[in-house]
């Protein structure tokens, strides 16, 4: 959504234990990375997102995982495609000089469990 849409109405957003991302260059196919026509970068960078990643959600084996070509070269589990997705994103907006407002945080101790990242992610707001 921060990525794909200039709402307004975005104050904050998590994203939290993604199975894949849209990435912010046109390095794959969509949704992997993002179409030709998107909106501006600036916009989405400026916002605050925070990339929520649970410590140990570092096996594919934990819930259903998207093990396509596309998604392999995210990483090999939820932890490192986040992380990924993280310093690609901060990359692409050193290189073009814009504003970034994202943030990464790891919830120390949990995997791919729904209830600890609602839990972390609910202390965030």
Do not use: C
């Not at 307004?8 to 179409?35: M, Q």
């Amino acid at each position: 959504m921060v990525l794909l849409h200039q709402s307004d109405r975005i104050n904050k957003a998590i994203a939290a234990n993604a199975g894949v991302y849209t990435f912010p260059d046109s390095e794959g196919d969509y949704p992997y990375s993002l179409p030709e026509q998107h909106p501006p970068l600036a916009n989405a960078f400026k916002k605050e997102l925070i990339v929520l990643l649970g410590e140990l959600d570092n096996s594919s084996e934990s819930g259903k995982l998207d093990e396509s070509e596309s998604a392999l070269r995210q990483g090999k589990h939820r932890l490192e495609r986040g992380k990924q997705f993280f310093a690609t994103s901060k990359k692409i907006a050193r290189n073009l000089a814009l504003p970034f407002n994202w943030k990464l945080q790891i919830v120390p101790n949990t995997g791919h469990d729904k209830r600890l990242m609602i839990q972390a992610a609910a202390e965030l707001l």
